[in-house]
């Protein structure tokens, strides 16, 4: 099932158009790829790379290119924009033009999420939770003296949830108005436990009385505890 954006509030929506993680993929530069950068013009040969999107903010990210193989070599695009790059996170067209990145080339693409919801399953989960106790004990001029201390208290608490699994598809295709200079493709596979109800945590106090965190205890300050 893909991820349904109509009805969203307009903050949401504006989210969708920025990624903030970087992304991954496998880069085919099929015709030299002549680029910019701050030494003045560079290209990068013909062949097969990792590829990495790596973003900045709403206005510039970087394209990373590593050889596969023995032969190590890195090649670095910077693009960066005057205004607002729609990079769409989830699912929508890239459409980036050269004029705007001053490059002499464009990016063009789209990403798809695809996202499954299993059954929901109900069970019970162990759980903790901090209570306040109060220990008492005389002093040696007969005064009852009192402090409180927090003990961890040990339980379950029923649950429902099910598993999402996601999957994000990207392509990115580098090109002028005549040639396809290289294709970025990403496929990033990702599984969640999505929550739909937490009940309270359950203490089950039939077994105090032979844990050594509750009532008095013999090294607590004084002779002894109070009877």
């Not at 954006?5 to 504006?14: A, E, F, I, K, W």
């Not at 598809?169 to 969640?192: C, E, F, G, P, R």
Request: proline content about 4%.
């Amino acid at each position: 099932m893909r991820v349904d954006v109509s009805g969203v509030s307009l903050l949401l929506l504006s989210s969708l158009f920025f990624s903030c993680n970087n992304i991954t993929g496998n880069i085919d530069v099929f015709n030299p790829l002549n680029y910019k950068n701050k030494s003045g013009d560079a290209v990068i040969p013909v062949g097969e790379y990792n590829g990495e999107l790596a973003f900045k903010d709403e206005q510039s990210f970087k394209i990373k290119f590593k050889t596969k193989g023995s032969d190590e070599r890195k090649y670095e695009i910077k693009i960066q924009s005057d205004k607002k790059i729609n990079f769409p996170k989830y699912v929508g067209n890239i459409e980036i033009r050269g004029e705007d990145i001053d490059q002499s080339f464009d990016l063009i693409g789209e990403v798809d999420t695809e996202t499954t919801y299993g059954e929901v399953v109900y069970m019970t989960e162990s759980c903790s939770k901090i209570r306040t106790v109060r220990d008492c004990w005389r002093d040696p001029n007969g005064n009852i003296q009192c402090e409180s201390r927090d003990i961890t208290e040990y339980g379950y608490k029923n649950v429902s949830y099910q598993n999402v699994d996601t999957v994000k598809k990207m392509i990115l295709n580098i090109v002028d108005a005549q040639t396809t200079y290289a294709t970025m493709s990403s496929t990033d596979y990702s599984s969640d436990k999505q929550y739909l109800d937490r009940g309270y945590c359950i203490v089950d106090h039939r077994y105090d009385s032979g844990r050594p965190d509750y009532g008095h205890v013999d090294k607590w300050p004084g002779p002894a505890p109070m009877k």
